[in-house]
Structure formats: C-alpha cells, structure tokens
C-alpha cells in the first residue's frame, strides 16, 4: 500500500473474513489491530477492548461486508458487543479514513454529515466479479446438497444476466444444464443467445416457469411474486442470491411446499479466506488513490 509503513489499520467488527484479512495484513508487516472480534481469536494481532482508545490509536478503519446488521448497528458477528454505528463515525472524525463494504445510503449521509472520509471497497468493480465468482460457486454446492438430481441435464432458469448470472450461467452449461436466462435488456438477450443459453423475455417468463427444476434469482427486487410462483411446480428448488429483501414471496412458497432458499452472504460462508484477500487487494488499490 501507498501508505506510511507506520500508518496504523484497525478492523472493526465483521465475520471470519476480518479476521483473516487481520492476518493478511500482518503477513504484510502493516501494523493491524481489531475490535468487535472478541469471539474469535488471532495471537498475532492485538484486540481492543474499547472502541474509543481502539480509534485513538487507528489512522484507518476498516469495516465488514455488510457494513450494518441493521439500522445503525454494525454487522459484528463474533462480538458481544453491540456497535452504534452514529458513535464509531463521531469517534473517527474528520481526520481518519473509513472504509466498509455495502454502505447503506443512511450511513453514507451520516458520514458526509460528519465529514468523514470513506470508501465503499463493494463499490469496486473488481471486487464484484471477483465475489460473483465466490458465489456462483457457493450457489453451485447448495443446489447439488438441497437436489436430488444432477446438475446435468437440468432445466435450471436463472433470473437476471449481472455479474453473478454471467458466471453462473457459464458454471452451469459447463456441467451440462439446459441454463434458460431472463433479462431485460436487449443486449443482454443477445449476448444470451450468442453464448449458447436460452434467452427469456420478462414479458414471456410464465411460459417457462412449470418446466423448470431449478429456479436461480440473482435480482434484488421482487421477481417471483404470487402470480407467477402458481405456475411453479412443488418439486421445483428455488435459490434466491439476491440481497435483502430478495426476489421470491417466501410466504407463498413456505405455503404451498415449495423449496425456496435465501443464500445471503455465500463468499464469507464458502470462501471466506478468498474473500479476504479480495478484501485486501480492493483496500490496497483504494488506498492507493487517497
């Protein structure tokens, strides 16, 4: 990093991730410290026990993937105890740097508020294929644990042709499924077709949804509602990777037998030392443009 060899990193709160990223920047000889990991433990690396004397002796923090659990309240798994979110950005300032990943668009106008300096690492490009990857194939172990049928061969429909469907799509044609896509866009059709999957139209979905055998949503809005969940048949295994709140009325499907599982946060659960290091390259290149 592009930074004095005495600027000193703190990591604040997180999951298994943080704690490997602590680790991977020791192995760097930066000089690294956490807090809100209380329940794990890493000899190499010291843990505050106060937030306050932890961001005293910190130039930049560093935050999890989520950034928050919940409103104002940092996702800290491995802690007991809770961080207030408004409190560790008046304990920052305006002199440190903050950086996190998924900042929600309340804590960003806090930090502006404050004048605090802060980086987005999710917000990378580079970042985002490079966890789409982590969760195709996070996506790829559920369906062949929760499935009583081969990949190969499969009618598998993946809804939405970002970042996470294009790796998808291509890890399931690898394995012989018969990969139908549903996107939007024109283009996105297109180049659907052009890589040898099947292209749906939105305005078409219902016409395929009764054949399939696996249903993938990677759309963060609501896709799968009541009226097209009836065209569902009950042995059909449905897999929603979008963010909260997903893609899928779970209601429904919880109602009428029909398989439905919400996969949040597959890097940090099927990857997360891959993840880590993700994390340090994107918080390397970041740091390099303050």
């Known amino acids: 990093m592009d930074q004095n060899s005495a600027t000193r990193y703190l990591i604040v709160g997180g999951d298994e991730r943080m704690l490997e990223l602590a680790s991977i920047f020791r192995n760097n000889n930066l000089d690294i410290s956490t807090f809100g990991l209380d329940l794990l433990h890493n000899d190499n690396v010291h843990s505050y026990k106060d937030i306050e004397t932890a961001i005293d002796n910190s130039d930049i923090i560093i935050g999890p993937i989520p950034f928050a659990s919940q409103d104002n309240i940092m996702n800290a798994k491995y802690s007991n105890t809770t961080i207030d979110i408004l409190n560790l ?17 309340n804590t960003r106008e806090i930090l502006d508020n404050n004048n605090t300096k802060y980086f987005d690492y999710n917000k990378d490009e580079g970042f985002q294929i490079k966890n789409a990857i982590a969760t195709a194939e996070g996506a790829l172990a559920i369906i062949i644990n929760e499935t009583d049928n081969t990949i190969y061969k499969s009618n598998i429909m993946v809804l939405g042709y970002g970042r996470i469907g294009k790796v998808l799509c291509n890890y399931l ?9 549903e996107a939007r866009k024109e283009a996105d059709l297109n ?30 809005s609501l896709i799968l509602d009541e009226k097209k969940l009836y065209y569902i048949q009950n042995d059909t295994f449905i897999l929603d990777l979008a963010s909260k709140p997903g893609g899928v009325d779970f209601d429904y499907c919880t109602s009428n037998g029909i398989k439905a599982i919400h996969a949040l946060g597959l890097p940090g659960k099927v990857a997360y030392k891959t993840s880590s290091e993700i994390i340090f390259d994107t918080i390397r290149k970041l740091l390099n443009t303050i």
């Open 191 to 220: 180049w659907i077709d052009v890589n040898k999957l099947i292209p749906v139209k939105i305005s078409e979905l219902e016409n395929y949804l009764s054949n399939m055998d696996i249903i993938i949503n990677t759309i963060p």
């Open 89 to 105: 950005i008046k304990q920052i300032g305006k002199e440190k740097t903050l950086l996190g990943g998924s900042i929600s668009a």
């Open 173 to 181: 044609k690898a394995l012989g499924a018969n990969v139908y896509v």
